[in-house]
């Protein structure tokens, strides 16, 4: 048996999974204050009366990281900047307790300068003084070479809570998207590090003796300890997780959108040919440009419980939420009352919900039923506008799926997934708009509980090769060994590959579900003086996002 679990901002689902088929299903709402709660009531209601024995994972997909940047509920963060020539300062993110330190190695990864031992205590010292405990290093090359955040980290020892060094989080280049990648894997370590103890501790309570999971922006999973240091790789979970239950679920081979409909956002999803889209470059989070990859997603401030006001006779829907809707004790008319009135759900007090609806109602100058027809109408138009505009952004720019590279691909959708809770009230008219048949799969309330527990564990890798130095570096390892001069791509991709099996398998991962392929394989000869020195060999590994082995995409969960 599997147990996924989804914590929203609204409310945690939970499944759980014996056979590839949901056993049992709950939702509750979520408690900001306590989130421990929501774990309890989830379990408790789930695996009453179950053997535990037979429970063989745990999979949580997880807001916290996610609001903790949207929210600015993060730490202060100094970065040790090591530049080197040619990029100045202003034009790198992060400003604010950044120190930049003299040293740098070049775009072959050999030391033209070192580190001042000097300049790193003084940055310590400065830091101390303001009372950061949190620090991030970075350097330009330091992917091609890691020993010099290495040595900037050992002269920080014991100083400060935690260091994050820049290689260790992604192997690509970027140097300005990797300092923003850092910089936010150090401003949310605190807070994900006590969620994360809180949740071993729970499960210990709760007798539960099996692996558990995070699940991350690639759709993919990794186990809880090792998320402890890769704190900024859940970032976007929750879509991720609504992803992965759609894949799981629906039968698909064409291009489509998927929208996961909650009561604080909608998530929006593009699918080509079947597959979901990917941003292999890194997503986008509050302006900060990582190097994390993820699932295209865009999600709106517009839920079932946004809250609705009137302005100069006209409807102001979300972005915020202020509890749930005024038919279930809320404090303000929401788009569910809405629905309430109209008859399209039949959840809470019917009355409350018309009072709610003749309150705005009142405001524009209509009666409680055109006011409820008037807000559904608005909340679905704003919805269609925001899939049309994440349609037309897509088409302007290359199309990545997590399989591939789709040359000249155009998304034409023909198929609109819905789930959520407010799934079915919305679903038939978000279909006349957008001029595409709507699906609700099964179990759609809780999809991303069910993408959670299905998903299996990636990670990748990304190995350079200068056969001239005689180095094989591994960045996302800080690894570096000597290579023959007769080292080849087809070593490179061998080893990448290897050494990817054996990480993922330690992060969790199970032999069946080791899909591992290769990326992205360059070679270029190095030249002096009209002779060839050498090669300069580029390898990309990864284990494929997708669903764990024995569950096809569209089966029923």
């Known amino acids: 048996m599997i147990l996924g679990i989804d914590v929203g901002g609204t409310h945690t689902d939970a499944v759980l999974i014996e056979n ?9 709402p979520t408690d900001e204050k306590n989130l421990l709660n929501s774990l309890l009531a989830v379990t408790t209601d789930l695996l009453k009366d179950e053997q535990l024995e037979k429970l063989e994972r745990v999979v949580l ?13 993060t730490d202060r963060v100094g970065m040790i900047l090591i ?22 190695s070049n775009h072959r ?3 033209m300068a ?11 010292r400065r830091f101390r003084e303001k009372e950061i405990q949190q620090i991030g290093v970075v350097g330009k090359f330091s992917t091609r070479n890691p020993k010099q955040e290495g040595t900037v980290r050992d002269l920080l020892e014991g100083s400060f809570q935690h260091v994050s060094m820049g290689h260790r989080l992604s192997g690509h280049l970027n140097f300005p998207r990797r300092i923003a990648t850092t910089y936010l894997n150090e401003s949310i370590w605190r807070r994900y590090n006590t969620f994360i103890s809180q949740i071993q501790g729970f499960v210990r309570d709760q007798g539960i003796n099996v692996p558990i999971y995070i699940l991350k922006a690639d759709g993919g999973t990794f186990d809880i300890e090792h998320s402890r240091e890769f704190p900024v790789q859940t970032i976007l979970s929750g879509p991720a997780a609504s992803i992965m239950g759609i894949l799981s679920m629906a039968r698909c081979r064409r291009d489509a959108v998927a929208l996961d409909i909650g009561g604080t956002t909608t998530d929006i999803a593009l699918f080509a040919d079947g597959v979901p889209l990917l941003e292999p470059f890194g997503v986008t989070i509050e302006g900060h440009k990582t190097l994390i990859r993820g699932l295209k997603t865009r999600s709106i401030g517009l839920g079932g419980d946004s809250r609705i006001s009137v302005t100069d006779g006209g409807l102001q829907i979300g972005p915020v939420r202020e509890g749930p809707a005024y038919a279930c004790g809320g404090p303000c008319p929401t788009p569910t009352d809405a629905m309430i009135v109209l008859g399209l759900t039949g959840i809470g007090d019917a009355s409350l919900a018309r009072k709610a609806m003749e309150d705005v109602g009142r405001q524009m100058g209509m009666g409680i039923e055109d006011a409820a027809r008037a807000v559904h109408e608005e909340t679905c138009r704003i919805i269609s506008a925001a899939v049309t505009s994440m349609i037309e952004e897509v088409n302007n720019k290359p199309v990545y799926t997590i399989h591939e590279m789709l040359e000249g691909k155009k998304l034409v959708p023909k198929t609109l997934f819905v789930v959520g809770g407010p799934a079915e009230p919305i679903a038939p008219r978000l279909a006349e708009l957008l001029g595409i048949p709507a699906q609700i799969p099964e179990h759609a309330e809780v999809a991303n509980a069910i993408g959670a527990a299905l998903a299996r564990t990636t990670a990748e890798m990304t190995l350079l090769a200068d056969t001239e130095q005689r180095i094989l570096t ?14 080849t791509k087809a070593d490179a991709i061998r080893i990448g590959q290897d050494r990817l099996r054996e990480k993922v ?11 591992i392929e290769v990326i992205e394989d360059m070679e270029f000869n190095m030249v002096k003086q ?3 020195t050498g090669k300069n060999i580029r390898v990309k590994v990864q284990v494929k996002p997708g669903l764990i082995a024995g569950f096809a995409a569209g089966g029923k969960p």
């Open 20 to 28: 590839l088929h949901v056993k049992r299903k709950t939702k509750v």
């Open 61 to 73: 997909s997880t807001t916290l990281s996610t609001n903790a940047i949207v929210q600015k509920k």
């Open 83 to 104: 530049s080197g020539p040619g990029l100045p300062p202003s034009l790198l993110p992060v400003q604010k307790d950044s120190v930049h330190i003299r040293g740098y």
């Open 109 to 111: 990864g050999a030391e």
């Open 114 to 124: 070192a580190i001042d031992p000097g300049e790193v205590v003084e940055a310590s």
């Open 474 to 487: 591994i960045a996302e390892d800080g690894y570096q060994e000597s290579i023959p001069a007769r080292f």
């Open 505 to 515: 398998k330690g992060m969790g991962a199970r032999e069946e579900d080791l899909e």
């Open 530 to 532: 009209f002779y060839t």
